[in-house]
């Protein structure tokens, strides 16, 4: 077993051993996976947001709002 594999399995069983920790008893194997499923997928979209503002890939809050603003207020 390679060592990111070996790292990837501790790292479910960690995250396991929490939810039955903190209440998680009742859920299935099935609900557990799709738990660890969402939490790749979030940490993968916090990581794609992340490399947008590195790249230069997003628009200030004051900027949006202006545009909305705009938007919505037409006749």
Do not use: C, Y
């Amino acid at each position: 077993m390679s060592t990111a594999a070996r790292d990837d399995l501790q790292t479910f069983h960690e995250f396991v051993r929490r939810q039955l920790e903190n209440g998680g008893a009742d859920l299935t194997p099935e609900q557990v996976l799709a738990m660890w499923r969402e939490r790749l997928e979030t940490i993968d979209s916090v990581g794609r947001g992340l490399q947008d503002i590195d790249d230069g890939r997003t628009r200030s809050a004051d900027e949006v709002l202006d545009e909305l603003r705009d938007e919505l207020l037409k006749p």
